[in-house]
């Protein structure tokens, strides 16, 4: 994405080595075009939902996303595999 103008590298004061990847002008125009573009998709795909529905959901995701992340790949690998 560097190559193509979209991000750029910038030093980060949180860390020495690491650094921040930060949007170009170019990339900023790109990803918020990307986000009016998507907004029918969503909308149409929470169609009918109620707002405690929409919320229950993201609660469920939120939780099997913490999972995955900590539990790494002896989620994906299952229980007779062990890590």
């Excluded at 009918?48 to 939120?62: H, I, M, N, P, Y």
Aim: hydrophobic share 45%; proline share 6%.
């Amino acid at each position: 994405m560097t190559h193509e103008g979209l991000v750029a590298f910038q030093p980060n004061p949180q860390h020495k080595r690491a650094q921040l990847v930060v949007f170009t002008d170019r990339g900023r125009i790109l990803y918020e075009r990307a986000l009016w573009l998507q907004r029918p998709w969503a909308a149409e795909l929470a169609h009918g939902l109620t707002g405690q529905q929409v919320a229950a959901a993201c609660d469920v995701l939120g939780t099997l996303l913490e999972r995955l992340d900590i539990g790494g790949t002896r989620l994906m690998m299952g229980p007779a595999h062990p890590a």
